[in-house]
């Protein structure tokens, strides 16, 4: 009898893991889509073909979770990502979160923030962020980055420039005066900024871009298992080791040293801030977000929930997460 009822057991789990991989990855193979050009995400060493980072590393454990074998693929741009994840040409997909992007995929709750700065020549007058916003001033950014969409929202009197995301047509572009200012999140500014010699980060920061998973809309139980792994490896431990490495810490002094200078580019979101558009479960929260009481932040493209500022990433909304019911942009 007792070997009977472990049979079923295990047979039981087993179906629950077979329904869950059935939603994750229908085609029996982990499909992850992810940006190539972003080494936030991910980045692939030329010589071995290793592929190192936080979405890779989250990929590959759901892979694993699941029982089936993972597809890490690179896609231009994020546009593509969506896109792929929305006609079944990827089970999921990395991407910043950006509200021009809500409606055609489901996204997760944010597993890591990017810090999104520019990057000048050394003798540049734009010293911090209160001076990119300048008339006469041109600042660039890459076709479809998040820091472009924001630019074109809030920077008003700066002429604002969309240039392919070529590196060395980027570095040219700096050097060669063509742009003022380049926005991007750091680790791409701070690669740029080592091929770009004469060139220096800003000190400050514009915003920072959540990082999400996004899966098809139809698929709940695979929204569940993405938000599930992510709470799991937030509260292990697991994305502030990955964050640290991605950042080259090795100990405290080192991840000091890199915060001097700029080159620390992101950090893992805590608990209480994580999903997009706040916590409609929360019992506290349920009164706030009703669908007939919105606002309207600037770095946002539609009305959104009062009380919803906290997946906003404009750094008055960050700045006052904690102490204004609303966002006062």
């Known amino acids: ?40 995400q991910a980045m692939r060493d030329p010589a071995t073909g290793e592929v190192r980072g936080a979405a890779y590393d989250l990929a590959r454990e759901l ?15 994020p546009p593509a990502v969506i896109e792929a994840v929305k006609n079944a040409e990827a089970d999921i997909g990395f991407v910043a979160y950006e ?15 990017v ?29 479809n980055d998040s820091i472009t969409l924001c630019m074109k929202r809030i920077l008003k009197q700066a002429t604002i420039a969309e240039l392919a995301n070529d590196p060395a047509e980027l570095s040219k572009a700096l050097t060669a005066r063509t742009i003022d200012a380049l926005g991007a999140n750091r680790q791409r500014l701070t690669t740029l900024s080592t091929a770009t010699p004469g060139t220096r980060l800003l000190p400050d920061d514009l915003f ?27 509260a292990s431990g697991f994305l502030q080791r990955r964050e640290s490495r991605m950042s080259g810490i090795s100990d ?53 929930p009062l009380g919803a500022f906290r997946g906003c990433s404009c750094r008055s909304c960050l700045r006052g997460a904690s102490s204004r019911p609303r966002c006062r942009r």
């Open 99 to 113: 509200a021009t992007r809500l409606g055609t995929v489901e996204f997760s709750q944010t597993y890591m923030l």
């Open 252 to 304: 405290a002094r080192h991840a000091r040293a890199l915060d001097a200078r700029g080159a620390r580019g992101a950090g893992v979101r805590p608990a209480r801030h994580f999903y997009p558009f706040g916590l409609p479960s929360s019992p506290r929260r349920a009164s706030v977000l009703r669908p007939e009481r919105v606002l309207r932040c600037r770095n946002a493209t539609a009305a959104i």
């Open 115 to 143: 810090r999104q700065s520019f990057l000048v020549l050394d003798g540049s007058p734009i010293r911090a962020i209160a001076d990119v916003d300048r008339a006469g001033q041109k600042i660039a950014g890459t076709v």
């Open 208 to 234: 920072n871009v959540p990082q999400n998973i996004v899966v098809p809309k139809d698929r709940p139980a695979a929204l569940a298992a993405v938000n599930a792994l992510i709470d799991e490896a937030r």
């Open 63 to 77: 892979a694993r979770r699941n029982n089936v074998p993972l597809e890490f693929k690179p896609i231009a741009g």
């Open 1 to 40: 009898m007792i070997t009977f009822r472990l049979v079923m057991i295990a047979a039981a789990v087993a179906c629950a893991t077979s329904a869950v991989a059935g939603d994750i990855a229908p085609g029996g193979t982990l499909r992850a889509a992810y940006l190539g050009t972003n080494p936030a």
